[in-house]
């Protein structure tokens, strides 16, 4: 364990991301060492506020309010014992042991925080991961890429306002209008696709009479041969069959050369008409994360980690989540743990607990994922996947209804991690209480 060189002598554990891992990192170590004075615990990200990434494609297609489950860094560290500050990392002093934040503007353009150093005596990147284009021309300029609630929250703007737009047009609406080209069908993909399908039925009953659901269309894009290419075949099938009866059309075997104003093009030739973009194909680390004074990074920017999750190249920098490319132990030499919600919530918890220990001067245990399967929602009533590991014995299928009651319980499970089981269950009965006040979509 280092030696700290803080003034009151002790240790500062700095965490980089306010993501699932992250926070329940910040907030397991806060409650654990910062409440009790054995630890000064910070938390840095250049937002105010958490947000469950999974649930992004029910922001994009507005059946989700997003001020009712977003959290304010600053008032959870108040209650579990971590400071937040806002900024975004931009460099990193190993021999010094401070990382670099950048000034923080504001929205107005204002300054509220300078360019300044935050000393660390052991520090945890979980910055999550980002979308990655591959240099694919005009994604920039013409895709959305649902990364962020920013993000999800201009999509279903620039839907609804496409919707009134052609509600309101005498002339017969354009081959691009109406229509929406998602691009990569892993889960974010085929999520968003059922998602939309749902509710922009919703949607266009709230006072635009004259369009049909039928108009708008779907097109799910994906270059591989399948879709949901990380699950098991029957599963991949079983979702493909519930998305055309949604009228969702699929195009497999299909790579995008260039994304256009109005649609996409193939590398085949073909081109499909779109008035909406969105990009999610692919993932990679962010940018940064090449720069940080020398650690080891893989090729799409992943920070090398070891089973301890400490970094290869550094035993007082750990990295966990989207961001770091983690051996999977028990499978062949190479194999990286995936980038998955569960991943990190698992990774928090080891590493929560493996601190505490270096703390008190014993050896940190090596980490092992335990893949409980994968769930894929297929919109408000259905969802497809698979529970295995040590949930149950064995491989179980899962459809329908059940499964959805499952996909539900995994944010329950993130709920539960940062704010216990009483509050989480508060917080879930006032979202069901409120929702009889509110549109079941969104129309701004």
């Known amino acids: 364990m280092p030696q700290t060189t803080a003034p009151d002598g002790l240790h500062r554990i700095v965490i980089v991301g306010g993501g699932a891992g992250g926070l329940e990192l910040a907030t397991l170590l806060g409650d654990r060492l910062g409440k009790r004075g054995q630890a000064h615990v910070t938390l840095i990200d250049k937002k105010r506020t958490h947000f469950w990434k999974p649930h992004l494609h029910e922001i994009a297609a507005g059946s989700m309010n997003l001020g009712m489950h977003e959290l304010c860094y600053m008032a959870q560290g108040h209650w579990h014992g971590f400071t937040d500050r806002i900024g975004e990392v931009i460099g990193l002093d190993r021999s010094r042991r401070v990382v670099h934040l950048a000034p923080h503007v504001d929205e107005f353009g204002d300054a509220v925080t300078p360019l300044r150093d935050v000393p660390y005596d052991t520090l945890v990147f979980a910055v999550g991961s980002r979308t990655n284009d591959f240099g694919t021309p005009g994604v920039r300029e013409h895709a959305i890429a649902l990364e962020t609630p920013a993000d999800g929250e201009r999509f279903h703007r620039r839907l609804v306002n496409a919707c009134i737009r052609a509600h309101a047009q005498s002339e017969q609406l354009q081959p691009h209008q109406l229509q929406v080209a998602i691009i990569g069908a892993g889960a974010t993909g085929v999520e968003l696709a059922a998602e939309l ?36 075949e029957r599963l991949s099938a079983g979702a493909a069959k519930q998305l055309r009866a949604l009228n969702v059309t699929i195009h497999t075997g299909a790579r995008v050369s260039e994304v256009r104003q109005h649609g996409v093009q193939l590398a085949d030739g073909r081109s499909i008409a779109a008035e909406l973009v969105v990009w999610a194909a692919g993932v990679k680390a962010p940018e940064f994360a090449r720069g940080l004074d020398g650690l080891e990074v893989n090729g799409i920017h992943q920070l090398r980690v070891g089973p301890t999750l400490q970094t290869t190249l550094d035993e007082h920098v750990f990295a966990i989540g989207d961001c770091a490319a983690c051996p999977w132990l028990g499978r ?62 064995g491989n179980l299928w899962l459809e329908g209804y059940f ?42």
């Open 197 to 232: 399908k749902h509710t922009t039925r919703e949607l266009l009953s709230y006072g635009l009479e004259r369009l049909d659901p039928a108009q708008l269309g779907i097109h799910l894009i994906e270059a591989g041969p399948r879709i949901l290419p990380a699950l098991p």
């Open 403 to 444: 499964a959805r009651l499952m996909y539900m319980s995994l944010y329950q499970m993130h709920q539960r991690a940062l704010h216990g089981l009483p509050r989480a269950a508060l917080d879930t009965l006032a979202r069901l209480f409120s929702r009889g006040t509110r549109p079941r979509v969104k129309m701004h």
């Open 332 to 393: 062949e030499a190479g194999v990286l743990v995936p980038p998955r919600a569960q991943a990190a919530h698992q990774q928090a918890s080891h590493l929560a607990e493996g601190l505490i220990r270096r703390l008190a001067g014993k050896p940190l245990k090596p980490w092992r994922y335990r893949d409980f399967g994968s769930l894929v929602s297929l919109g408000r009533h259905s969802t497809v996947g698979n529970l295995m590991g040590g949930l149950i014995r």
